[in-house]
């Protein structure tokens, strides 16, 4: 597996010491510890080095808001290197668009079981870069974002084993 960090991005970028990338870093966490009742990444008494943790984490973090067609709003380093973007491209990205056309249901149907459940600590799937690079996400855990209020704001999913696929046709 390669890593490749997404264009324009030199990896010193400190994308995730702005302060709406801290609190969704925040969130992220304390909701998959209420969930899971685990930690994602060791927790630092600074906010900001636990931020930074997530970040440069060698496992995907990603997160979505609660819009009608829901728009990523994090990614970490690895996310953003495996779907080659910009954290910047990638915060507007609609989160269906990371799948392909065929595989939206499906994503579909995990999101609202997740929503049920809670979480899910099982899922595999196919998705797509930003370039049309496919693939294969293996034991990817979903769970949803909820604050302090007890106010849904989102999901999240984490995942450290994917497998490149072949472009469709080849």
Known sequence: MVRRMPPGHDGNESVWSRPDWLA????????????????????????????RRLFHAPFVVVSHGTEADPVLNYGNATAL????????????TPSRLTAEPVCREERARLLARTLRDGYVSDY?????????????????IVWNLTDDAGTHRGQAATFSAWTPLPAHGG
């Open 124 to 140: 595999a799937g196919v998705r797509v870069s930003s370039t049309g690079r496919r693939f294969r996400i293996e034991q990817a």
């Open 24 to 51: 969704q870093s925040r969130l992220l966490l304390e909701s998959f510890a209420r969930l899971l009742g685990r930690q994602l990444v060791p927790h630092e008494t600074d906010a900001r080095e636990t931020a």
């Open 81 to 92: 290197a495996l779907w080659e973007m910009t954290p910047e491209r990638f915060i507007r």
